[in-house]
Antibody, heavy 125, light 107 residues
Framework: EVQLVESGGGLVQPGGSLRLSCEASGFNFRDYVMTWVRQAPGKGLEWVSVISGSALSTYHADSVKGRFSISRDNSKNTVYLQMNKLKVEDTAVYYC??????????????????WGQGSLVTVSS | DIQMTQSPSSLSASVGDRVSITCQAGQDIRKSLNWYQQKPGKAPKVLIYDASNLETDVPPRFSGRGSGTDFTLIINGLQPEDIATYYCQQFDDLPITFGQGTRLEIK
C-alpha cells in the first residue's frame, strides 16, 4: 500500500525557516518524480516544487523561487521542502504528491496518483 | 505560465442531475489535463487523467472530454457523495498550474 506521511509543519514567524518532510512507502521511491503542492486556507491548489527521481533536477514556482528548496534522500524514501524567508502568504497546508508514471524522464510528470495527508504551516507574528 | 480558467466557480444541482464543469487553458495543452476531486479536510483525489481516462476505482458516472484549450468534466447522475470542490490541472509544461476550483453543492 502506497503511503505518504508529511511532518515538520507548525507555527513560524515571518522571516523564519521550516523544513517539511514526506516519508514514502509502498513503492520504489527512487523511480518517481515527487512534488509539493500547497493550499492556503479557503483557497485553491498551488503547485510549489518538483524533484526528479535521481534528485538531479528540480523546479520551483516563481512565488517560492530563491526561498524554498526541494530535495530527497532515496536511501530514506523521503522528500523534503526547506522553506526559508517565510512570508505570511506562505501560510497553507502543504501536500507531497507522487507522480503516477515511473521513470518519467520529465519533471512535468503525468498526474498525481497519491497524496499525503497534508502538513499545516502557519506564518504569523 | 499556462493559465487555467474553470467555470462555474460554484454550482448547485440535484441528485441525479447531469453536471458539467469546464476548464479552459490559456494555450494549447493537447490532452495534458487532469481532474481532481477534493472533499473538505482531505487531500485531492484524481478522477480523470489525460483529459478523458478514468482513474482506477473512480465511478463511471465521471467522464472527461476535450483537447487543445477546452475541457469538460461531466458527472452523469449526481450522487450525494459527489459534494466536493473540483480542480483541473495541466501538465503540458512547467510550472504545473491548477484551475481555481469549482465548488459543487447539492440542492
Amino acid at each position: 500500500e502506497v503511503q505518504l506521511v508529511e511532518s515538520g509543519g507548525g507555527l513560524v514567524q515571518p522571516g523564519g525557516s521550516l523544513r517539511l518532510s514526506c516519508e514514502a512507502s509502498g513503492f520504489n521511491f527512487r523511480d518517481y518524480v515527487m512534488t509539493w503542492v500547497r493550499q492556503a486556507p479557503g483557497k485553491g491548489l498551488e503547485w510549489v516544487s518538483v524533484i526528479s527521481g535521481s534528485a538531479l533536477s528540480t523546479y520551483h514556482a516563481d512565488s517560492v523561487k530563491g526561498r524554498f528548496s526541494i530535495s530527497r534522500d532515496n536511501s530514506k524514501n523521503t522528500v523534503y521542502l526547506q522553506m526559508n524567508k517565510l512570508k505570511v502568504e506562505d501560510t497553507a497546508v502543504y501536500y507531497c504528491a507522487k507522480d503516477a508514471l515511473s521513470n518519467a524522464g520529465r519533471l512535468r510528470g503525468y498526474y498525481f496518483d497519491y497524496w499525503g495527508q497534508g502538513s499545516l504551516v502557519t506564518v504569523s507574528s | 505560465d499556462i493559465q487555467m480558467t474553470q467555470s462555474p466557480s460554484s454550482l448547485s444541482a440535484s441528485v441525479g442531475d447531469r453536471v458539467s464543469i469546464t476548464c479552459q487553458a490559456g494555450q494549447d495543452i493537447r490532452k495534458s489535463l487532469n481532474w481532481y476531486q477534493q472533499k473538505p479536510g482531505k487531500a485531492p483525489k484524481v478522477l480523470i487523467y489525460d483529459a478523458s481516462n478514468l482513474e482506477t476505482d473512480v465511478p463511471p458516472r465521471f467522464s472527461g472530454r476535450g483537447s487543445g484549450t477546452d475541457f469538460t468534466l461531466i458527472i452523469n447522475g449526481l450522487q450525494p457523495e459527489d459534494i466536493a470542490t473540483y480542480y483541473c490541472q495541466q501538465f503540458d509544461d512547467l510550472p504545473i498550474t491548477f484551475g481555481q476550483g469549482t465548488r459543487l453543492e447539492i440542492k
